[in-house]
């Protein structure tokens, strides 16, 4: 992952309450337009974030995991997420014809495993890692373009 953050936020959740917390804190520091790829491994913890997020900004849509739908789009237009999830894309190609493009001034927009095509990806994109770690713990790292 290309990283050319300079700031970056550490932390640590050990519930599922926490990582709301995290999410909710997060948001308070983002634009109505930021963008964040969301990276870690399966079960990490990606689309809970998401749903995380989506609380936090009082969007009562459900959301899931982008399996079949690519990307959805959450909220009124007023208070819009964007959600999409590169995981089962084979090509930068297809990634792009999501249309993504046209979503990334309408809201704030989340890509799980966005990392995997990074080259669509706005130099200003968030990148937040969420890792397991052995006692079903998550750190969650939070890195801020300059
Ligand atoms: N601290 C935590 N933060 C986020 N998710 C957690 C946490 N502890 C347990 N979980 C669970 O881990 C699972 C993560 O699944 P999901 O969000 O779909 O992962 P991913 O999208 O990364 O594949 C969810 O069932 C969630 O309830
Ligand atoms: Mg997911």
Do not use: C
Not at 71 to 88: A, T
């Amino acid at each position: 992952m290309k990283k050319t953050s300079s700031s970056a936020q550490l932390f640590h959740s050990s519930s599922i309450e926490e990582t709301n917390a995290i999410a909710a804190r997060l948001l308070q520091q983002l634009e109505k337009t930021s963008i964040i790829s969301l990276e870690g491994p399966l079960g990490a913890g990606k689309t809970h974030f998401v749903k995380a997020i989506a609380a936090a900004m009082g969007v009562h849509d459900e959301v899931t995991s982008p399996t079949f739908t690519l990307l959805q789009s959450y909220g009124s237009p007023e208070n819009r997420l964007n959600h999409s999830d590169f995981y089962r894309l084979q090509s930068e190609a297809e990634a792009f014809d999501l249309g993504l493009q046209d979503y990334f001034s309408e809201g704030l927009t989340i890509i799980e495993w966005g990392n995997k095509f990074s080259k669509l990806l706005p130099q200003q994109t968030i990148h937040i890692v969420i890792t397991p770690l052995k006692d079903e713990t998550r750190k969650i790292e939070v890195f801020f373009p300059e």
